[in-house]
Nanobody, 122 residues
Framework: QVQLAESGGGLVQAGNSLRLSCAASGLAFGAYGMGWFRQAPGKEREFVAAISWTRNIIYADSVKGRFTVSRDNAKNTVYLQMNNLRPEDTAVYYC????????????????WGQGTQVTVSS
């Protein structure tokens, strides 16, 4: 079965960096678009970044210039490099997979990981 496993979350001070990883198994990784989403307590899940199977990339306005999404098809892994973190970036971060294209729409993604907590202190 398809599994997406996020890692790399933690507690950091504002201004610092983290790199999240999402290892995928059970799917033809190179044929999938991969997205990163986040959900803070009491809020809806929101789009962060996504990379298509052809490496087209989209970002939420709130993270442009600070976050970078990338993929390594040889390792079946997608990454989210997060720089200059802010307290408002605190959330559980999820990776998700959909066939081919990148999208900012939660409903378009077929597979989801369990999430990793990112906490940014001020």
């Amino acid at each position: 079965q398809v599994q997406l496993a996020e890692s790399g979350g933690g507690l950091v001070q504002a201004g610092n960096s983290l790199r999240l990883s999402c290892a995928a198994s059970g799917l033809a990784f190179g044929a999938y678009g991969m997205g990163w989403f986040r959900q803070a307590p009491g809020k809806e899940r929101e789009f962060v970044a996504a990379i298509s199977w052809t490496r087209n990339i989209i970002y939420a306005d709130s993270v442009k210039g600070r976050f970078t999404v990338s993929r390594d098809n040889a390792k079946n892994t997608v990454y989210l490099q997060m720089n200059n973190l802010r307290p408002e970036d605190t959330a559980v971060y999820y990776c998700a997979a959909k066939i081919r294209d990148a999208s900012h729409e939660v409903r378009e993604y077929t597979y989801w990981g369990q999430g990793t907590q990112v906490t940014v202190s001020s």
